[in-house]
């Protein structure tokens, strides 16, 4: 699994080769022959390449592309490297020069370090070149970070590839880790279908796990099957089943702020998590007419009735 | 110590850790209950600073409810020392009302496995760390307790400050009477401080540097039955044990590894006859369908085994944590019922439930403690100021203060 998409040869620049460049033109001049023949930045190498002389490729795609069966031709970089874990390394460098990888992208990293390579840092430290790339990222170049991103191998790919597409944190779907692969397929449906901001995405994923909890796998399920209007039926109707009384007030308080008919250039505030009791009134006005609307509205009995009908909303 | 299970690594930050008192007598006291690693020899110097991410990588293998770093470090005793302050306020939460607090950190991590435990995701380093620079610290809680001793006359008999408020009516009179403020400090922030107690014998030692100053308290804070190595003190009076309690069916399905409801009482019962004043922290409450009905039952039989003028104060406080804690806890202990109810994300950035549910919940067992202990001081801790004046009818006075 690799989400980004492939790195050129141009884009890589002069750290393409880094660190091996010196190796190729004092010891291995057949590599680098070979490096020419094929012409790395666009090659078409044939898939059954079988690494000869030390020279290792590594797929841009995928880890797991040399041993299953593949279309007969792959785009591949040419990597010089005393064995493919390096060459690994080497690659995660210098894509992640090109541009700077976003959290998802370490998580895919290390899956793939650990699935492919068996890989265990906690034993044997970092892989080669990840220092550096961990320099280079301006990250520091230990375990720690790495050890925080480790905690979402539980990322599916398509999941990962969500994550890298809207460049959200991780964290978006950390809860996704205790549900069952079907219901994660379906939420993914849903919030692409949708096309969920990372913010309703993270507090949609906690109803929906609320969901699971107080009514099982299975009614989830039909519950995301169901045909929504539009987004705001979808998210209205799993709020009013995962937290009834929240969106019990909620829906009270916005029906009463809607009530108030606000005149021109005046707002009102009323804390949406109900914790502050206070609202906020505002008023900023361009003309003295504004103003003069704004006095009678604060006067008006029926407003007056209206606000305390709101305040009893944050009191019951 | 029945419910913990010998330590798999016993490590030490540095070789100098061995020439404090406190390593030799942790080491010795660990073989006397049995939890030592299966043929330990000496601890093992330990860079800390790869610890943290060794243990997360090693907790991706492992089963529930071991599969965290804070999960694994509970199973490796650390001995190290503190460098900086190990006694502060107690650091309270943001817009919340505080009430003042000090605390002595001489022990992170815990043994015990409370769902809801906050430490989860506060802790950066993960291991169970004892800080063995005892004397150190104990000389920093002496400094502290000098410096309030001196503010003696601070507070007047109708200033009704926090200090007043959890004595005592015989303590309030006594130490309105010589115009000191009394002074609460205690262990059990990033520890529970009893659980381990037996083992260090801190409990004991900040007995004895605190009983000179009359105006202090020392509370130590537990889900723990480790009273007996306490009962031996020569003073008593300074001390509170102090039990976070919940119902039965709370501790059984929440609080892992802890004392039961029972044991926790039989504790203090036993603690009450030894001269020691006792308090009880029903925090955090957590809802559930019966919630009245067992948080009623459990209030009731407080009261039925204990005299009330031992009960110093009593806490009442919320189910509150940093989002991040929800997919842990469920990583963890899947079958949690912790996180069912309508909660929102307060200002001081920690999940609570919904004010009216909270408010709903404090009141009744609130009213039920002043209707059956009139005489004990009750408080919310790190609730806002509206549910402070919704349950208590209005907001604590001095000593108390908005963070």
Redesign the interface.
Known sequence: MWIRPSISYVDAGDSFLWGIESNIFSHSHSSLSRLHSVNVQAANVPADYAPDNKLWVWHPTGGTVLYESLPETIPVLCLQAPDEISAYGLYLKTSFRSLEPIDVEWVVALKVLQNRFLFDPTTKGLPPFWKETLIQTRLEPHLGFLAQRARYFFLSTQECVHLYRKRWDLNIFEILETWPMNIREKFLVVIQKWDLSAQQTKEDSYNLHLLIKKLGIKPTETFLNNTFKNVEEFRTSLTRMAQPELSKLSELRIDKLRALKLPPRTTVFGDPTFEKDALKITHTPRHVRDFELFKDWVVDPVVIEKVKDLLEVYHQ | MSSISPFQRITISNSEILDYPATWRILKNLGTYNLLPPHFEEPEIVDT??M???L???A?KESQPHNT?VALGKRILHLTTQKGLSVKACPGTNHMVCCQYHVINMISNCPFDCSYCYLQTYLNQPMTTIYVNEEDILSQVVSLCKTNQNLAGAFTAEGRTAGTRVGSASDNARCAGDKKQPFRIGTGELSDSLALDPITEFSKKLAFAMAEFENVRLELKTKSKNVEHLLDLPRKDHVVIAWSINPAEIIEREEHKTARFDERLRAAVLAAKAGFHVAFHFDPMIYCENWKEIYSSALDEIIKQLPQEKIQWMTIGGLRYQP?L??IA??RY?QT?L??K??????DGKV?Y????RTQMFQFLYQKIKKDLPQTYTYLCME?K?VWENVVGHLPERSFSVS
């Open positions: 600073h790869t943290a991410p060794t997360a990588f090693q991706l770093a991040q929800k997919p469920y990583k899947p019922t996180f069912e309508d909660s929102v994300l307060a200002e609570r919904l004010r009216t549910i806002s509206p």
